[in-house]
C-alpha cells in the first residue's frame, strides 16, 4: 500500500512537500515515481527516483523547480516542489515498481505496479 499526502492550497511561487508512504512493502530496490493529472487532462509524468542508485528524473516542465529524495529509515519518498506554478495544479500520485525500470520505461505509468491515491495539489492567488 502506497499512502500519499501533503497536498494543499498554496499560492504562486509558494512551496509544498509531498510525502509517500509505503507499508506492506518496501521501497529497497524499486522505482518510485510522482504522477499527476490535472482535470481534463492525462496523468503526466513528473519525476522518478531509483532506490538502487538513487537516480533522479524529472519532466522538463518540473525541472529545476522540484526535487525528489528518498528516507530508506522511513521507506517514504518525497517531492519537493519550490516555484509553484497555475499549471501545477494537479492530483498527484506516487507510484511503485519493484525493481529498476529502465529510462524509457520509468515516465510510463503502466509500468508501475503499486499506486497511492492522489492527493490534490492547487496553486492560486
Known amino acids: 500500500q502506497l499512502q500519499a499526502y501533503g497536498g494543499g492550497l498554496v499560492q504562486p511561487g509558494g512551496s509544498l512537500r509531498l510525502s509517500c508512504a509505503a507499508s506492506?512493502?518496501?521501497?529497497?530496490?524499486?522505482?518510485t515515481g510522482w504522477f499527476r493529472q490535472a482535470p481534463g487532462k492525462e496523468r503526466e509524468f513528473v519525476s522518478a527516483?531509483?532506490?538502487?542508485?538513487?537516480?533522479?528524473y524529472y519532466s522538463d516542465s518540473v525541472k529545476g523547480r522540484f526535487t525528489i529524495s528518498r528516507d530508506s529509515a522511513k521507506n517514504t519518498v518525497y517531492l519537493q516542489m519550490n516555484g509553484l506554478k497555475p499549471e501545477d495544479t494537479a492530483v498527484y500520485s506516487c507510484?511503485?515498481?519493484?525493481?529498476?525500470?529502465?529510462?524509457?520505461?520509468?515516465?510510463?505509468?503502466?509500468?508501475?505496479?503499486?499506486w497511492g491515491q492522489g492527493t490534490q495539489v492547487t496553486v492560486s492567488s
Open positions: 507510484a511503485a515498481y519493484p525493481g529498476t525500470l529502465i529510462l524509457s520505461s520509468l515516465r510510463l505509468a503502466g509500468y508501475y505496479n503499486y
Open positions: 527516483i531509483r532506490w538502487t542508485n538513487n537516480s533522479k
Open positions: 506492506g512493502l518496501t521501497f529497497r530496490s524499486s522505482t
